[in-house]
């Protein structure tokens, strides 16, 4: 049971930094960025693009910094597809959503934009990779530590706790003390109120986007170091996605973390007595369950 | 000279018009009042002249330049404040960010206009880590106010600042309003406690129905029984 | 290729797109009429398809039921399978409805989604329902001892047909009626509706029922065309995002937008069929990804240039002019 709390906060961490930026999303541009899940599967692809082909192509060198499972490609691979997605992001939002919040389209079709988009990015990975699973590193053994009361957890899933608290301490000094993440979160509380004050809107929106997408490609490729990628990763984790954030309240960034790492526990701690392959539908129940009993979330956002 | 001269505004919501051709004019340092009963059209007016609302017919221009139709972070720009009624600050930033994000567009240092906002409301200094969202109604009018002046700005406008605050709030926001008068920045005041406002005003215009019905010094105003009746209420 | 087989290929197109064109009205009336963001379409069309299917084919006997498990067969004809899909999916959007219709309309989608994966994992999983991703197999079609085989999808066409008919004429009469009216009303603006004194929520309930109803039938048809379903064909994307491209392009909010937007977007689907055909043997297995990214651009594009889609809504019938 432990192991599993265990593999919980690893699963949670994960998720953590996709419901981090939808609830940024959500709390500055109101709507449900159904994509989001698939701005994870890219970075994941994207990253598996550099360390398997460019970074292979280039001659960089693939040791595995021991005992991790991978080596220098992935260092690279992981700064260079967090930009990638964050631009993409941002692309998406400017060539679609823009668009759309311009003509006033309601946050029904933009969250039909949103699904649509989701879609297209999964058929651009099937086309390009096809529908198999896929590894970083395929074939490679990936012995466990043993931790105190017999917890066997993996150097990569260790590598993957300290990245995302390290990851979340750096937004949150971001947010609390640079000038753009003061705006970002005053546009988050009223974004009138911030435009008629002078702050730059439309920067603030590039900013969330970049950020949103930058840490979802993160979550993305650290999913595929700990487990695989395969094209529907993110659509699977749409449901925990945003059963972290309602549960965290929207616009809420702790929130959303501690939502996360719930989701993660609670859906890892359920395969103890289910199939794993009903943790989706364990999402779901928690997510009604909140929406019906406390749709604020537990630290009150927006409902 | 006019600093802000509002000729002939008719601006409304969807198709209805709330204003009918009402001019209103502002002088350098004045305080000018807006009163008249619920519905008149008060708030309608500050939000045009903000550029929140965009006007069917009519011109503003401040100090001689046409400002109608510019989109708010536009006039802002331009030494124009407003404060809304509700929601005038950020409620999960601190007293003291809602200040910084006020000078959000200054490019220069301002250290020195914070001090100068935290003289102006002492109170705010003491609290100032504190999140907006969690201080009383008093206390976030001030925020807002002292956000809006955080740019410098000529023209303030004021939307119904004493509204649902105890007695001796309202008395200290006049205090303020007459403190921030006195630096030199000229103020529209809609409001509805009348009295109070026609008390410390140079001038005041009486809305009704969206025309404009009235227009005096502030004392004369104050002065005029009929005006009482109607729409001094209280 | 001959003129038969050309003949045959457009019938089966017409049956698919005849049985999609059944889901769209179904959203029509979700969607369309009551601004429901139901993105849980597949699970209705699961539902639908193997309630039908259960209904129809008799439980496995001897060594079958080695291989074949299933919860219950009863063997009867053809509509009373179309009658239960239809029942069942009604019962299962009453259950859905009462926590989830009061919630906010992209929390609504989610919900939707989280259903429809729901109700995909139980039937793949839990062998004992119906054969968990093995599937039912050997499903009856209707009236097939009177027709030769070769010959067979004639007659489902023209059954296909008829259905659609009917399904389209009796929500025409709904739409047109008092309760249609309100549910208009609703979708244009639900708070006014609230404040006149309508139950909302009781109307929303009934349009989902309705609209799932609809849904349940098509998916039996689906299951009677294809004689073999399987969890893996209920996807998001085969079975509810090419039905939200559908109702989008064709126009919501229009009865006759549905059914054309069903027929036109299967069309362009099976018609790059015959582009993907021309590529390289390298990319030809995954064709239909190209085929689909297509489809996923095409609602973009309409969502952004032409969201009324081809025809439009239908003209809003005032409030003043009911009772």
Request: aromatic share 10%; net charge positive; with cysteine.
């Amino acid at each position: 049971m432990a192991e599993l709390f265990i593999y919980g906060v690893v699963l949670g961490s994960i998720i953590a930094l996709g419901s981090i930026g939808l609830t940024l999303v959500f709390g500055i541009l109101r709507f449900a960025n159904f994509a989001h899940g698939d701005l994870m599967t890219a970075g994941a692809y994207v990253a598996l693009f550099l360390v398997t082909g460019l970074f292979s192509w280039l001659g960089i060198s693939d040791n595995p910094f021991i005992p991790l499972s991978f080596g220098l490609r992935m260092l690279f691979a992981i700064p260079i597809s967090m930009i990638t997605i964050a631009l993409i992001a941002i692309l998406l939002d400017r060539i679609l959503y823009q668009p759309l919040r311009k003509k006033k389209s309601g946050t029904v079709i933009l969250a039909m934009a949103a699904l649509g988009a989701s879609f297209i990015i999964q058929m651009a990975v099937l086309i390009l990779w096809g529908a198999d699973s896929l590894f970083y590193k395929p074939g490679v053994l990936r012995p466990a530590l043993e931790l105190p009361l017999e917890i066997k957890i993996r150097p990569d899933q260790i590598f993957i706790i300290l990245i995302v608290s390290l990851s979340i301490a750096i937004l949150h000094l971001f947010l609390k003390h640079t000038r753009m993440g003061k705006a970002m979160r005053a546009t988050a509380d009223n974004p009138e109120l911030a435009r008629v004050t002078g702050i730059d809107t439309g920067r603030i929106i590039k900013w969330t986007w970049g950020i949103g997408g930058g840490m979802a490609a993160m979550g993305g490729i650290l999913y595929g170091i700990d487990v695989q990628l395969h094209p529907g990763m993110g659509w699977g984790f749409l449901l925990p996605l945003f059963a972290a954030t309602i549960l965290g309240g929207i616009g809420n960034m702790y929130g959303a973390l501690i939502g996360a790492l719930v989701m993660g526990v609670v859906q890892q701690i359920s395969t103890a007595y289910l199939l794993p392959t009903y943790k989706p539908a364990v999402a779901f129940i928690i997510m009604i369950l909140i929406l019906l009993v406390r749709p604020q979330g537990i630290f009150g956002g927006r409902s | 000279m006019s600093l802000l001269e509002v000729t002939d505004i008719t601006a409304g919501y969807g198709e209805t018009d709330i204003l009918d051709s009402v001019s209103i004019e502002l002088h350098e340092k004045e305080i000018v009042s807006i009163i008249g009963p619920n519905g008149a059209g008060k708030s309608t007016l500050l939000k045009t002249i903000f550029g929140l609302l965009t006007p069917r017919k009519g011109s503003i221009k401040l100090q001689n330049e046409e400002i109608t139709g510019l989109s708010p972070d536009r006039i802002v720009r331009k030494g124009m404040g407003y404060v809304p009624q509700v929601e005038n600050a950020f409620p999960s930033l601190s007293v003291h960010e809602n200040l910084e994000m006020g000078a959000f567009i200054r490019t220069d240092d301002y250290r020195d206009k914070l001090e100068e906002i935290y003289g102006l409301f002492p109170m705010l200094l003491k609290r100032r880590t504190e999140k907006v969202g969690r201080l009383s109604g008093g206390m976030r009018q001030m925020v807002a106010m002292g956000r809006t002046l955080m740019l410098d700005p000529k023209v303030l406008l004021l939307d119904e600042p004493t509204a649902s605050l105890a007695p001796l709030l309202i008395r200290m926001i006049f205090e303020k309003i007459i403190e921030i008068n006195r630096k030199g920045v000229a103020m529209i005041i809609v409001e509805q406690n009348a009295k109070e406002t026609l008390k410390i005003s140079d001038r005041g215009y009486v809305l009704a129905m969206g025309r404009k019905v009235f227009e005096d010094s502030g004392q004369t105003l104050l002065k005029n029984e009929e005006i009482g009746k109607l729409y001094l209420g209280g | 290729m001959e003129i038969g087989g050309i003949v045959a290929y457009l019938v089966s197109l017409a049956i698919l797109a005849g049985i999609y064109a059944v889901f769209t009205l179904g959203l029509n009336i979700q969607w369309g009429y009551t601004g429901l963001f139901n993105i849980g379409i597949a699970g209705f069309f699961c539902i639908g398809a193997y309630t039908s299917a259960l209904i129809t084919t008799p439980m496995p006997t001897g060594i079958y039921a080695h291989y074949v498990h299933q919860i219950f067969g009863w063997n009867l004809p053809f509509l009373l399978g179309i009658l239960g899909a239809a029942v069942v999916c009604g019962l299962i959007a009453f259950l859905i409805g009462i926590p989830t219709l009061r919630l906010r309309e992209d929390y609504l989608a989610i919900a939707t989604i989280g259903i429809a994966e729901t109700i995909r994992l139980i039937f793949n999983n839990e062998r004992w329902l119906a054969n968990g991703p093995r599937g039912l197999m050997g499903l009856p079609q209707p009236l097939q001892e009177m027709i030769d085989p070769r010959h067979y999808n004639y007659l489902y066409l023209i059954i296909i047909l008829l259905i659609l008919v009917i399904i389209y004429l009796a929500i025409e009469r709904a739409i047109r009626s008092p309760w249609g009216r309100v549910l208009r009303a609703i979708r244009e603006d639900e708070i006014s509706t609230a404040m006149s004194g309508k139950d909302i929520f009781s109307f929303k309930i009934q349009s989902l029922i309705f609209g799932s109803m609809i849904m349940g039938i098509g998916g039996a048809l689906y299951a009677h065309y294809t004689k073999a379903i399987s969890p893996d064909v209920f996807t998001p994307l085969y079975g509810t995002f090419i039905i939200w491209v559908m109702l989008m392009v064709g126009g919501s909010g229009n009865n006759k937008g549905a059914i054309l937007g069903a027929f036109v977007v299967w069309g362009i689907w099976t018609g790059t069929k015959f582009m993907t055909d021309l590529l390289p043997y390298t990319l030809k297995a995954r064709a239909p990804y190209i085929r689909f990214l297509l489809i996923g651009i095409l609602l973009e594009i309409i969502l952004v240039y032409r969201p009324q889609g081809l025809l439009g809504e239908e003209k809003k019938v005032s409030k003043m002019m009911e009772e």
